[in-house]
């Protein structure tokens, strides 16, 4: 009689069983989606170009300092749009000069950040790659986020602040990428910053 009754119940048992199974992806699913899309933490950028920061700025345009972590999943769309974002400037006549600063943490083993992140940014036209012991630069430039972006006019002032993707692994137009190049075209945009979407630059591991 138990046996039977069991049986019997096994459709409904695994009705429930693939209905929980679904609620969980679902709620998965959707805990990933709030996470792509919620911006990092940012602090403030410096107004003014750091007197003490080793990368040579260019007095005579301007100058777009992007800092990363070597081993963030989601930088990879970063990189992307910044090789987007000056394929478009320079088709407009919009010169800027472009450092790509990967930091690099006390106590990893050596090239530990020369990731394919560092070749892919390495690859693009007129980009220079550096290393950044300890955040030393990212402190400079305030950044506590992999794919912080600071762009600086022609006299070291400072004219925007943020990301350029839309969320974070996402490759497309997005706010920051439209800003930048209307500043650099024009001089002017409707807002001088954007969100970051990215891994904290502390970590010295791949973020999930």
């Known amino acids: 009689m138990r046996w039977g009754w069991v049986r019997g119940k096994r459709p409904l048992l695994l009705s429930i069983a693939v209905a929980l199974w679904l609620g969980s992806v679902a709620i998965g ?3 990933l989606q709030r996470y792509k ?15 003490a920061s080793l990368l040579t700025r260019n007095a005579g345009k301007p100058t777009l300092v992007l800092i990363a972590h070597p081993r963030c999943p989601c930088t990879r769309a970063t990189v992307h749009e910044l090789g987007v974002l000056l394929a478009r400037a320079g088709a407009a006549g919009a010169a800027v000069t ?4 990967f930091v690099r943490p006390t106590g990893v083993a050596q090239d530990w950040e020369k990731t ?8 693009l036209p007129g980009v220079t790659v550096s290393r950044d012991p300890d955040g030393r630069e990212a402190s400079l430039f305030h950044a506590a986020t992999s794919g912080q972006v600071v762009l600086f006019d022609a006299k ?7 990301g350029i993707t839309e969320s974070r692994g996402h490759e497309g137009d997005n706010p920051g990428l439209t800003r930048i190049l209307s500043l650099l075209s024009h001089g002017s945009a409707e807002r001088a910053k954007a969100p970051v979407f990215g891994c904290a630059l502390a970590s010295r591991e ?3």
């Open 156 to 162: 070291g002032q400072q004219i925007f602040a943020g």
């Open 206 to 208: 791949e973020a999930p």
């Open 116 to 123: 394919e992140l560092w070749r892919s940014a390495a690859a």
């Open 29 to 31: 699913v959707a805990a």
């Open 98 to 101: 472009a450092d790509v600063v």
């Open 37 to 51: 899309s919620s911006p990092a933490a940012e602090l403030a950028p410096p107004s003014v170009w750091p007197a």
